[in-house]
């Protein structure tokens, strides 16, 4: 039992009966060094705290008073003990009391095996703050080496873990004025001129919960009636509470500017003066190069986030009719990346990031219970072959052979009109959500823009879209989208659609099995479409949408920076250049 006492126990535990020894019989510094091994603690203990139990409890304190001191405060205890053992009569009660104590030990040992990981911290930290009490000795610096190792151990995950892990993941986020982000927020009701913001921004920007029970979709949680403008917010406060955000800037490989372009546009749209629409942007460039982040890199590990297009910053009229800002087309945003709902994917400083849906899951079963859901209604058949979502738009000519050909084939396609007294449906998630959920097809044609919305509320509902041109997604979603489009999309070139009947015909050619194969793809790519909930980023078990763009833009940040080196070796530093 012994040899098991010192194997298991002392093995793992020896620096803590230190503590103990230290403490609580009152050992001296100076003598714990020569107690750094398992068997000479177990010789320790057996000679002093067994015998100090013995005595307490069997011979009484007038034993101790006849020796003149505590058996604990001798040093090796072998004045008590020739006397303990020479009593006959105490025989059977040291062995029975020895063979208790042990018993004792090893279920103590078992127990401290067993602590969980928030115990041990607890015991850790208290033993920590006996150590710094004490006067420092060598055996005491190695007990604190051991501390402050177990002490890196935060939520179950150690410190060097972390750092293997977010190795080429590390983001620094500026703490911008209030005026940049924040600032706007408290005039919430003046972000757009078309609608009230105000409840579109609660909830870290998910906007209000969908509390009707159509579809079934608040039992399953997560589901909100999210502005598709609301990317930026939703980005920054999911940022807070990402896993490798840290507060040294050298140490990160990109640095985030959270700056709400997108809200600070669009609070200006209809001024008349220029002026005031391009104020924001000079301000914050001017802000930005006074800071020794920028400095030290020009801007090319910065990066920001819009939720709005690229053409709505890209003014080069100063007329007053003209549309939008200029912040795309001043100098300091050139060398930083930009992260849009559309991009000029031409451009290798802009990227496109998903537009945002109805679904924020905070849990990895929320998202598997969709999943689920999806797999269950393609099994089912969907009652329709095409679902259209939209509207008419003025000198669109692609949007209008669609909408033609879709009126056409009542049978199978079935349409939501955007435009006059029914326009108002468009805006309720549960029509556009039941419309994408029992077609198996769902016609995306260009509007005002290259990009929609409609294009990932249709991939979130397991509806299969299908593209008129390379622009809507292909080129724009590079970190979100796989590879091969044919995987989980179609593809109609707009000067296909001169013959009529041409969407019908094309999709009713298209065998089961490749319908079936598009579908568990789209199911598959729900995760890192879907923008989880921001309140829980960090313990999701799961890469989101804002996951993965992150990881696209450290990676593309890194490959800048290796260019950059291999560059400045070479004497050759890379010069901003005007856009032809």
Request: net charge positive; with cysteine.
């Amino acid at each position: 039992m012994v040899a098991v006492i010192q194997s298991r126990f002392l093995g793992r535990h020896s620096w803590r009966l230190l503590l103990f020894l230290k403490r609580d019989t009152g050992t001296a510094p100076n003598e714990l060094r020569h107690c750094s091994s398992p068997g000479i603690v177990w010789r320790r203990l057996r000679r002093t705290t067994c015998l100090h139990v013995v005595n307490s409890f069997f011979l009484g304190s007038a034993a101790q008073q006849q020796n003149g001191k505590s058996t604990l405060g001798n040093d090796r205890g072998c004045t008590m003990a020739s006397w303990f053992w020479s009593c006959s009569c105490g025989c059977w009660m040291v062995v029975t009391v020895m063979a208790t104590w042990c018993l004792v030990l090893l279920l103590v040992s078992e127990y401290w095996i067993a602590l969980d990981k928030a115990a041990e911290t607890e015991i850790v930290a208290a033993a920590a703050s006996y150590i710094i009490s004490t006067r420092e000795t060598p055996s005491s610096r190695l007990l604190e080496r051991r501390l402050t190792a177990d002490k890196r151990q935060i939520g179950g995950v150690r410190a060097g873990k972390r750092k293997t892990r977010c190795r080429g993941r590390y983001v620094y986020m500026y703490t911008l004025p209030a005026s940049f982000n924040r600032g706007l927020l408290e005039q919430c009701d003046r972000l757009s001129v078309w609608t009230n913001m105000c409840p579109h921004i609660a909830n870290a920007g998910l906007g209000q919960p969908l509390n009707d029970v159509a579809l079934d979709l608040t039992s399953r949680a997560g589901w909100y009636a999210t502005n598709q403008f609301s990317a930026e917010l939703i980005f920054h406060e999911s940022m807070k509470g990402y896993e490798c955000l840290t507060s040294d800037w050298k140490r990160a490989t990109a640095i985030y500017v959270p700056f709400y372009a997108g809200f600070e546009m669009s609070r200006h749209v209809g001024q008349k003066n220029v002026s005031v629409r391009d104020e924001a942007g000079k301000r914050l460039g001017k802000w930005l190069q006074r800071q020794e982040q920028w400095k030290a890199s020009g801007g090319r590990d910065h990066f920001m986030v819009s939720g709005r297009i690229t053409w709505d910053f890209i003014r080069s009229s100063s007329s007053p009719e003209s549309w939008g800002n200029n912040l795309l087309l001043l100098p300091w945003t050139r060398n930083m990346s930009v992260l849009l709902i559309e991009a000029r994917p031409w451009l290798p400083n802009e990227h496109g990031i998903p537009y945002p849906t109805y679904f924020h899951p905070s849990t990895a079963s929320q998202l598997q219970s969709w999943q689920q859901r999806l797999r269950h209604s393609f099994r089912s058949r969907r009652r329709r072959l095409i679902g259209f979502v939209g509207a008419v738009k003025a000198k669109n000519l692609v949007r209008d052979r669609v909408f033609d050909q879709c009126r056409k084939s009542s049978q199978h396609c079935r349409m939501l009109d955007c435009q006059g007294e029914s326009g108002g449906e468009c805006h309720d998630p549960h029509r556009v959500m039941e419309l994408f959920l029992s077609s198996t097809f769902c016609l995306q044609p260009r509007g005002d823009s290259f990009t929609r919305r409609s294009t990932f509320d249709s991939l979130l509902a397991g509806c299969i879209p299908v593209f008129f041109s390379e622009y809507s997604a292909y080129s724009q979603y590079a970190w979100n989208l796989p590879a091969d489009s044919s995987s989980y999309s179609v593809l109609i070139p707009e000067s296909e659609l001169v013959m009529d009947g041409v969407i019908e015909t094309r999709l009713l050619s298209i065998e089961v099995e490749e319908i079936q194969r598009m579908q568990e793809k789209i199911v598959e790519m729900v995760p890192e479409l879907s923008y989880a909930d921001p309140r829980f980023q960090g313990r999701t078990e799961f890469v989101d949408a804002f996951g993965a763009v992150v990881r696209g833009v450290t990676r593309l940040v890194g490959e800048k920076k290796k260019n950059v080196s291999l560059r400045t070796k070479r004497k050759i530093l890379p010069r901003f250049t005007e856009e032809p």
